[in-house]
C-alpha cells in the first residue's frame, strides 16, 4: 500500500501502534480533540506569529526565561528567521514542493535560522520534559536531511527542541555523512508499512492515551 506523503508523526504513530496507524489513515476514524494537543498547537500559534492573545502568558514567560532571551530575536523580528517551514522530498530525495504529488516525506519545521554559519532546525514542545539522553531526535534529523540533500554546501546543522513552559533545550549537532544512516532508516520504515497487510495492535503504556482504545477492546485486540 501506499500511504505518501510520509511524515513524522505518521511514521511514529505506525511504529507505537500499527493499529492504531490503521484505524487513523487507512479507516481515517475521526479522533476526539485532546487538551494537551489543543494547548500545544495554541502555542505554537503564538510563536509562529507572535503576538498573539491564546496562551500568551505561557510564551511571555518564556521570551524572559534564560533560554528564552537567546531565542526571543528570532521570535519576535522575522526578518531574522523563518517560522513554520514547510519541507517537502521525492522518493529519490529531490526537492519539491510542500503538496506536490510527488511528495514522498513533507514535513513542518517551527523555527530555522542561520548563526555562526550554521543552521539551525528548531522545534518548540509543550508539555512533560525529557532529558537529552531519552530525547529522540528522529524528527529533526529527518528534516535535516531534507537540507542536507538539497543543499550540497550544508556541512552541519543544529537540532534543537525547545520547552517552552520549561526553560530547558535538548540540542544535537549534525553532520552531513552521519546524516546518511537515517536516510536508510527512513526508507525502512516506510517499506514496513507499505508491506505491512495486517496492522496488527501493539501493546504498551501507551494504549492507555490512544484515541482508539475502546475499539481495540470491543475487537479484543
Not at 516525506?105 to 555562526?116: A, T, W, Y
Request: charged share 30%; net charge positive; hydrophobic share 35%.
Amino acid at each position: 500500500m501506499d500511504f505518501k506523503p510520509y511524515s513524522v508523526s505518521k511514521i511514529q504513530v505506525y511504529n507505537s501502534c500499527p493499529r492504531s496507524f490503521k484505524y487513523k489513515y487507512i479507516d481515517k476514524l475521526p479522533e476526539p480533540p485532546r487538551a494537551c494537543f489543543v494547548k500545544g498547537r495554541n502555542i505554537h500559534k503564538v510563536l509562529e506569529t507572535y503576538p498573539q492573545a491564546e496562551h500568551l502568558e505561557i510564551v511571555e514567560k518564556f521570551l524572559k526565561s534564560d533560554i528564552g532571551k537567546q531565542y526571543s530575536d528570532y521570535i519576535t523580528e522575522s526578518k531574522k528567521c523563518m517560522k513554520e517551514v514547510k519541507v517537502a522530498l521525492t522518493e529519490d530525495l529531490k526537492q519539491t514542493s510542500f503538496f506536490a504529488k510527488d511528495a514522498w516525506f513533507r514535513g513542518i519545521i517551527d523555527l530555522m535560522f542561520v548563526k555562526d554559519q550554521t543552521l539551525h532546525l528548531c522545534d518548540y514542545k509543550t508539555g512533560k520534559v525529557k532529558d537529552l539522553q531519552s530525547q529522540d531526535f528522529t524528527q529533526l534529523i529527518y528534516y535535516a536531511v531534507y537540507f542536507f540533500s538539497t543543499y550540497k554546501y550544508v556541512k552541519n546543522i543544529n537540532l534543537s527542541f525547545i520547552y517552552v513552559e520549561h526553560d530547558v533545550e535538548n540540542c544535537l549537532e549534525l553532520s552531513a555523512e552521519s546524516c546518511k544512516t537515517y536516510i536508510s532508516k527512513l526508507k525502512q520504515n516506510i517499506e514496513l508499512i507499505e508491506n505491512d497487510t495486517e496492522f496488527l495492535p501493539k501493546k504498551s503504556w501507551k494504549c492507555n492515551y490512544c484515541s482508539f482504545k475502546n475499539l481495540c477492546e470491543e475487537a479484543k485486540c
